[in-house]
C-alpha cells in the first residue's frame, strides 16, 4: 500500500461486499468516507475511488452536500463472487487466457452501444491516469465491463473470483515493478482501444485473438519481472507449449 494506505482493490472488494450483507435498504444512506476507510481499514483515498467505481456501475449514487446511497440489492445481482484461495501469478494468467478470450468473444456478440461506450470510455481513462493504485481499480473495471457485456452471469461470477486477486500485496508489487521497467502504458492503451473496437466491429474472433494476445503480454512481463527478482513460478516451462496459447476461439 502507498503511504496513506491506498488500495483501490481492496477498498472496492470490501465495499462489495459490506453491501451484500448489509441490510442498508433501496435509496438508504451509507457512511461517509472517514468512517467506511476506518471499517476497511484503508485509505480514505481507496474508499473514494472504490465508491466511484461502483457508482459508474450503478450500484450506488452519490449526492453532493447529501452523502452517498445504496441502490438496493437488486444492483447487486451482477457482482456476485465466488471464494478462492491464495495462488500465484502464473496460475492466475492460465485462468485469465482461458477465460477472458471468451468473454471477449461472447461481448462481441451481445454488447449493447452502452456496453462498448463505457469500455471505450474507461480504456481512455486508463490511458490518461499516472497513479498505479487508480489504473489498477480502472484496469479491473475495464475488463469486469467485458465480463458483464458477454451477458453469462457464471461466467461473470468466474471472472470475479480471479479479480479479487488484484488486491493481493505481492500481485500488485509486481505487476507495478513490471509496468515501471517495461513502461507500457501506451501500449496497454492502444490493446485495449483495439479491443474495444473488435467487440463493437461484432468480430468475435478478433476481439478473442485481441484479448489474447494482450493477457499474453502482460504474462511474458510479469514473467520477466519475476525471474529478475528470482521468483519465476513452478510452471513457466509450460507458457513455451502451442497448446498453452490455445484459448478455444471461434472458428470461422
Known amino acids: 500500500m502507498d503511504e496513506d494506505g491506498s488500495n483501490s482493490d481492496v477498498a472496492l472488494e470490501r465495499l462489495r461486499h459490506y453491501l451484500q450483507n448489509s441490510k442498508v435498504p433501496a435509496d438508504g444512506k451509507l457512511p461517509t468516507e472517514r468512517q467506511f476507510a476506518e471499517l476497511f481499514g484503508v485509505g480514505r483515498r481507496a474508499v473514494r475511488r472504490a465508491l466511484e467505481a461502483l457508482e459508474a456501475e450503478g450500484v450506488l449514487s452519490r449526492r453532493q452536500g447529501a452523502g452517498t446511497f445504496f441502490g438496493g440489492q437488486g444492483a447487486l445481482l451482477e457482482t456476485g463472487l465466488v471464494d478462492v484461495s491464495r495462488t500465484d501469478f502464473i496460475e492466475i494468467m492460465e485462468v485469465r487466457l482461458r477465460l ?81 521497467t517495461n513502461r507500457s502504458g501506451d501500449v496497454t492503451t492502444e490493446q485495449h482501444l483495439h479491443i474495444v473496437d473488435c467487440i463493437a466491429r461484432r468480430d468475435p474472433v478478433s476481439a478473442g485473438e485481441a484479448m489474447s494476445s494482450h493477457l499474453l503480454i502482460l504474462q511474458e512481463s510479469l514473467m520477466r519481472q519475476t525471474s529478475l527478482d528470482g521468483a519465476v513460478g513452478p510452471v513457466e516451462k509450460d507458457s513455451e507449449d502451442p497448446g498453452f496459447l490455445n484459448n478455444g476461439a471461434f472458428k470461422r
Open 100 to 180: 477472458e478470450p471468451q468473454l471477449a468473444q461472447l461481448a462481441a456478440l451481445r454488447a449493447k452501444p452502452e456496453h462498448v461506450a463505457r469500455m471505450r470510455a474507461l480504456a481512455v481513462k486508463i490511458g490518461q491516469l499516472t497513479d498505479f493504485d487508480e489504473r489498477e481499480l480502472w484496469d479491473g473495471q475495464l475488463h469486469r465491463s467485458i465480463a458483464l457485456a458477454a451477458g453469462n452471469r457464471l461466467f461473470l461470477s468466474l471472472f470475479d473470483a480471479v479479480n479479487r486477486i488484484r488486491q493481493d500485496e505481492a500481485w500488485r508489487a509486481v505487476r507495478e515493478r513490471a509496468r515501471n
